[in-house]
């Protein structure tokens, strides 16, 4: 349900259930979007009674937080004003960054400890939006993309790797490095099975191991072009050792599960373990690391 | 498993540091014990080494995750552009310093607006959003018009950027029209003092025969008065030596709460004239550790005051923090941290790299503001020299030095000194271990007083 969630290490702001698009590997189910949920306008003004001391991140995410864009602005002003410390991230598919009354509005307010999250699922419209099931998804994608090039902002492009756009992983890490505006980083996102990804994971479901052997060529390109690139979900068993370097511990401690062989495993503290969904379903088989001296 | 350290022995037993900037003492016997792998991990000991990273329990990997932005930090400043811009506006000077580096036998040279808007503009193209821009000369006061300008014309030209400027000047011109002017544009002032009158005049000739101390004393009342508050750096000479307690005294009197106790650099009129004004590493370090005494007991007497050379290497030390200090980090940074640019518009790797382009070697230009940019002095080969050596992990006697976490080289006065960049100078190397000795003999002694102050100073800078 939409609100404003304070917790230890982040503050979320859950602005909607609706989105815009409709990605066929969306980890929320079809009916909650449909449903729409949408943050109450009583329900902001937490955002001015929560105290600046105790936050240090925050993360605004729907949905697409821009459908409400009025309030989600409203909001990024307040947040500017109230802590001007705090790390924000917003995830968005970066449409309404197209559009220019929303753009003129957001720009303005966006520091350097602003990231702007967009998932981009393909090197070109055709496959992108047929993964969004959304017509001019992706142009509006990306004309987002470089209206925020004059911001301080970092941006983050988002690669979900699943059956799909298996094959066009290393052509969309390309494709983004050459797009010659401001992306400050690549993630290779790994599904998280619940929601619609989950419904269709037989036709989604791609193995970690094939997804970074078919990721690998496009992420060391744009590594080579300095910038920098993320492993987000992935255990460290799925990853060859070179990539270990880029391997982020991302997924949120109430969501990590181990399997039972990974007590096996000498890199088992290091490791981000798997999402809960995944191991429930059976999907991954892990491979303990034996110990190297 | 042992993680990268480096270490030397220390009062009888051994001092440990690593890339992160942390520290441990060890007796020879926990050495043997920790390098044989025979200490145990839940011993007081062990328990610090695992905490400081010294070495670690788990898989490689799991301490990577747990240290690696520790590590970082410590190098951060490479995760910057330039930032740091020195504008010799003149190498005109009223001054004839026994010492001068700044100002050669070339002819008289000021900026002109022509040159300053075109450096403004080349420098834009700097990825760094808060530069400093240092006002230098000369004496950068003999050319005020082109100071105005920049201080006006840099932030029209660079919306997007934080600029800050810093004007370097013996404060002989000042006027209190000039003070109303940097007080209104946020300008910070750093002027000389080498000690009491007496020696400061020895130091500081001028050229019109009038004391340099009363002027800089005037000047800086000046600006008091326009409420900007004044640091200075002290330059050491062979007539300094004998004195470090009246030095220390005279910052204090003139109402200074920090030195920077700075041993010459052979550069300029400094080296022809070394004879006279120059010393040895041990010379200085004596020198050194005096005024260190006396500073402290101006604190035992309630007077709070720091140095500023220790203040640099106890941020690293005791914070784990690293500075954009050019000479203190690895590489060095000259060109990709800073950059200097002369009246005529050449520029330079660095302030030491137009110092000695004054003595009529231009080996450090890398181009000037007219022909080429941003882009063309980092990627030329002048840059790229200087940078690769610099870069301590590949030096000899640097890579496996104990104090490596914490030092640097400046490959011009290697190249002033000994034509080549990376033989290194042995006095700047003498010195730093020798302040550095100082510091982790005080860390090493546990005094609390002295251990408070070491803090203190370590969040100054």
Redesign the interface.
């Known amino acids: 349900m939409p609100g404003i969630f304070l917790e230890p290490d982040d503050l979320c702001v859950y602005v909607t259930e609706a989105c815009n698009s409709n990605c066929v590997m969306c980890p929320m189910s079809l009916a909650s979007r449909r449903r729409g949920l949408t943050m109450a306008p009583e329900q902001w003004s937490a955002l001015k009674e929560i105290d600046p001391q105790a936050v240090f991140h925050i993360t605004i995410t729907g949905g697409e937080p821009f459908l409400d864009a009025r309030n989600t602005l409203a909001a990024l002003a307040l947040i500017r004003e109230r802590f001007p410390e705090a790390e924000v991230l917003i995830l968005t598919n970066g449409r309404a960054l197209a559009v220019p009354e929303i753009a003129s509005v957001l720009l303005p307010l966006l520091t ?1 400890r602003v990231c702007l999250a967009i998932p981009i699922h393909a090197p070109s419209a055709e496959l992108h939006d047929r993964i969004t099931q959304t017509p001019h998804s992706f142009a509006q994608a990306i004309r987002g993309i470089r209206a925020l090039a ?1 911001s ?1 902002a970092r941006i983050e492009a988002r690669v979900v790797a699943h059956r799909w756009n298996l094959e066009q992983l290393s052509p969309t890490f390309r494709m983004l490095t050459d797009l010659q505006t401001r992306i400050t980083v690549v993630n290779l996102i790994a599904m998280e099975m619940t929601g619609c990804a989950a419904a269709r994971r037989g036709e989604l479901w791609v193995d970690y191991r094939e997804a970074v052997r078919e990721a690998r060529e496009g992420i060391l390109y744009t590594v080579r072009h300095g910038i920098d690139v993320g492993l987000y979900n992935f255990p ?1 068993c799925s990853v060859p050792r070179e990539l ?2 880029i391997v982020k ?1 991302s997924i949120s401690p109430r969501k990590i599960r181990y399997d039972d062989a990974c007590e096996n495993c ?2 088992r ?2 490791c981000g373990g798997m999402f809960y969904s995944t191991r429930e379903l059976g999907l991954f088989r892990v491979e303990p690391i034996e ?2 001296r | 498993m042992l993680a990268h350290f480096y270490f030397s022995g220390f009062r009888g037993g051994k001092l440990l540091t690593n890339d992160m900037g942390r520290y441990a003492f060890l007796t020879d016997a926990e050495f043997a014990q920790f390098t044989s792998g025979q200490l145990d991990p839940d011993s007081g000991k062990g328990r610090e080494l695992l905490e400081k990273g010294f070495w670690y329990q ?5 301490y ?2 747990e240290y690696g932005e520790q590590y970082r930090d410590g190098s951060r400043y490479l995760f910057d552009a330039t930032s740091l811009f020195i504008f010799a506006v003149t190498n005109e000077c009223n001054h004839a310093c026994v010492y001068c580096q700044a100002n050669g036998e070339n002819t008289p040279c000021r900026m002109t607006e022509t040159v300053a808007e075109q450096a403004l503009r080349r420098i834009a193209a700097t990825p760094a ?1 808060e530069i400093t821009i240092e006002l230098q000369g000369g004496e950068p006061l003999v050319n005020f018009p082109v100071i105005r300008f920049l201080v006006t014309r840099a932030p029209e030209l660079m919306p ?1 950027k934080r600029v800050s400027f810093s004007l370097v000047s013996n404060l002989s011109l000042m006027t209190p029209e000039i003070a109303a002017f940097l007080k209104e544009h946020g300008v910070s002032v750093s002027t000389s003092l080498d000690g009491p009158q007496a020696l400061h005049d020895r130091n500081r000739p001028m050229r019109g025969g009038q004391s340099a101390y009363a002027l800089m004393r005037r000047g800086k009342a000046m600006l008091e008065e326009a409420g900007i508050s004044v640091s200075a750096i002290q330059t050491t000479t062979a007539a300094s030596l004998a004195q470090p307690e009246a030095i220390v005294d005279a910052y204090v009197e003139n109402g200074f709460r920090q030195i920077f106790l700075r041993p010459l650099t052979r550069l300029g009129a400094a080296a022809r004239a070394w004879d006279t004004v120059g010393y040895s590493a041990e010379a200085y370090l004596a020198f050194y550790r005096r005024a260190f005494e006396r500073i402290l007991a101006l604190r035992r007497e309630g007077i709070p005051f720091s140095e500023m050379y220790a203040s640099l290497f106890l941020t690293k030390i005791l914070r784990g923090r690293a500075l954009n200090y050019m000479e203190l980090r690895s590489p060095c940074g000259a060109g990709i941290g800073q950059i200097a640019i002369t009246a005529d518009g050449s520029v330079y790797t660095c302030d030491e790299g137009r110092m000695l382009a004054e003595t009529g070697d231009h080996a450090f230009r890398l181009g000037n503001v007219f022909r080429d940019g941003y882009d063309e002095w980092m990627e030329s080969p002048v840059c790229r020299a200087v940078c690769s050596s610099s870069v301590l992990e590949t030096l000899p006697g640097c890579c496996d030095c104990v104090y490596k976490p914490y030092c640097g080289v400046c490959p011009v006065v290697n190249y002033a000194l000994h034509g080549s960049m990376t033989h290194l100078s042995r006095e700047k190397c003498q010195i730093h271990k020798g302040i550095l000795d100082l510091l982790f003999n005080y860390l090493y002694d546990q005094d609390p007083d002295v251990l408070e102050m070491l803090q203190e100073w370590s969040d100054q800078v």
């Open positions: 350097e004059p301080p460290l270990w370097p511990n000498a890199e503290e290091a110990a190297r | 788990g898989s490689f990997e799991q990577i995750r959003r997007d």
